[in-house]
């Protein structure tokens, strides 16, 4: 059905049409959860518990596509076994001017500027909790904030926690992005000082959090650029693990443009096929450098089976997809649960755990 309708949302306007799939994914989720219950899709062999947290399945909805966290049960029906929600900041933001969001086809590939649009920290978590309070997730959901463009680098640290104090109580695990190029200066957070005193302030409101809700901290986890040198890359793992940090989240869009068939000068974010190798090498590097202590979730290129699974022998424990699902439709993720299920028993292992790491 996918393939039908392909065509004629690549005759709109990327972000138009994905405001349009958007909206029809909120449409139905109603219609969809009377009919059946929005059970994620599960099996034995990829089942699996991290951070205190039972994952289902481990492909999971990237950030990006529910900026303002408006669709939390939509993604169990499609097949996710988590999402993670977001970019979502301290302060309401519009975003870049449009058109900021461009396909190439050719590529299998976007190119996106959007620049964190969002409704706000405040907003966001005031429809959330309505959500959640009248049903109850039934997969894990991440939230991922970002700075707000207003806020400069040196407040950044109390602007995060704005997000993380407001959203905290709503969210499974939190990611910390310092690493969209689409927001001036953001990624400098990546450095290694920075990147300390960020999570210093985090981890201190995570721990009061915790003391006055009588819970367990909040897993934090850091989304890390493709674009980084392994020493940088090396530098967020030593940051990461003198932090307090849970995870990671590798990898976010490039900047690169090399061997791109399609011939352009749009500035911004590039995802899709492009990005698959580059993810998987920069996870395969964390994974050597930070072993089974920070668990990875691998992003970037994910259009098939084969694809999460090089993700995971490379040290991936869960995957996130995004742009994949642009080009092959809303049942990839459980496509691709299913799949996993088919290469883990090819390889004798029987549960998804003893893949992880395996071509680190």
């Not at 939509?74 to 993670?84: K, T």
Request: aromatic share 6%; glycine share 8%.
């Amino acid at each position: 059905m996918y393939k039908l309708i392909r065509p004629l949302l690549f005759r709109l306007d990327a972000e138009h049409a994905h405001h349009l799939v958007f909206r029809g994914l909120v449409a139905c989720e109603a219609l969809l959860a009377r009919a059946a219950a929005p059970r994620p899709w599960t099996h034995p062999a990829l089942e699996q518990r991290l951070w205190e947290i039972r994952f289902p399945n481990p492909i999971g909805l990237a950030a990006g596509f529910d900026k303002d966290a408006r669709a939390p049960h939509v993604w169990p029906l499609l097949g996710f076994g988590f999402a993670e929600l977001g970019t979502i900041t301290a302060q309401p933001q519009p975003g870049n001017p449009t058109p900021r969001m461009f396909r190439l086809p050719d590529d299998r590939a976007l190119i996106n500027r959007l620049g964190f649009n969002n409704s706000g920290a405040d907003a966001v978590a005031r429809h959330l909790a309505h959500r959640l309070g009248a049903a109850p997730p039934q997969i894990p959901l991440g939230i991922n904030i970002g700075k707000s463009r207003v806020t400069a680098l040196a407040d950044a640290a109390d602007d995060y926690v704005h997000s993380f104090q407001r959203l905290a109580p709503l969210a499974s695990y939190l990611v910390v992005n310092v690493s969209s190029p689409n927001t001036p200066g953001l990624r400098d957070l990546q450095s290694e000082e920075q990147l300390a005193t960020l999570l210093a302030a985090l981890v201190r409101a995570n721990a009061a959090f915790a003391d006055a809700a009588r819970r367990a901290p909040v897993p934090l986890l850091i989304k890390v650029a493709p674009d980084l040198a392994d020493e940088g890359l090396a530098n967020i793992v030593r940051v990461a693990h003198a932090g307090g940090t849970a995870g990671l989240v590798a990898t976010n869009t490039t900047i690169r443009r090399d061997g791109l068939r399609t011939v352009t000068t749009e500035a911004g974010g590039l995802s899709g096929a492009p990005l698959r190798n580059r993810a998987t090498d920069v996870i395969r590097i964390l994974h050597r450098l930070a072993g089974p202590t920070l668990p990875i979730i691998g992003v970037g290129g994910i259009f098939n089976a084969a694809d999460a699974y090089a993700k995971i022998r490379a040290g991936a424990s869960l995957v996130q997809l995004y742009t994949g699902m642009i080009f092959e439709g809303p049942r990839l993720a459980r496509h691709i649960a299913e799949g996993l299920v088919d290469l883990l028993q090819a390889d004798g292992f029987t549960h998804i755990s003893q893949a992880v790491g395996k071509d680190a």
